[in-house]
């Protein structure tokens, strides 16, 4: 019985491990606001690998900015895009991407943009991100673990 258990927790430790999204504080404690240098965010960003599922939380402690998704060309020259999304102390924004790929993100209030408030990052595919394709080398690891571990309850019921 207590070994079933065990089966059934390694199960569960299993598809834990591989859906598991995680959200980040952009900024960290900073949150979203002028950086003490231009590369702040960028730092911030090239420390973590994100991946489909992850979620991008902007917060403001300060004064208030904005959240715009822009084009790399918007991006390298700070473009006051209009579509945005306004951040301030009483309203944070949550951004979780939809497909794998390179994002660009800036602020537009001012000369923020400027003084590196903004930052790029890429959303890689669910899955180990040093195998090729990651999406179906993820599903394929979890089913054949899954098969053996099925064969594995089998066997042991078949026995007790
Ligand atoms: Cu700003």
């Known amino acids: ?24 504080q952009v900024g960290d404690s900073l949150g979203w ?7 702040y965010y960028s730092t911030w960003a090239s420390s973590k690998t994100f991946f489909l599922g992850d979620k991008l939380t902007f917060n403001v402690t300060n004064g208030t900015h904005t959240v715009a998704m822009v084009s790399e060309a918007e991006y390298n020259a700070c473009t006051k895009v209009t579509s945005v999304f306004v951040v301030q102390p009483s309203v944070s924004f949550g951004y979780t991407p939809e497909t794998a790929g390179t994002y660009y993100i800036i602020c537009t209030v001012s000369n923020h943009c400027e003084q590196g408030q ?9 899955g180990s991100p040093t195998e090729s394709p990651p999406n179906s080398a993820s599903s394929l690891t979890v089913g054949a673990l899954f098969a053996v571990l099925t064969t594995t309850a089998i066997t042991f019921l078949t026995y007790f």
């Open 33 to 39: 606001a002028i950086p003490p240098n231009t590369s």
């Open 1 to 24: 019985m207590a070994s079933r258990m065990g089966l059934i927790g390694c199960l569960i430790v299993v598809v834990a491990q591989v859906s598991a999204a995680v959200e980040y």
């Open 118 to 126: 903004k930052f790029s990052f890429k959303v890689e595919s669910t």
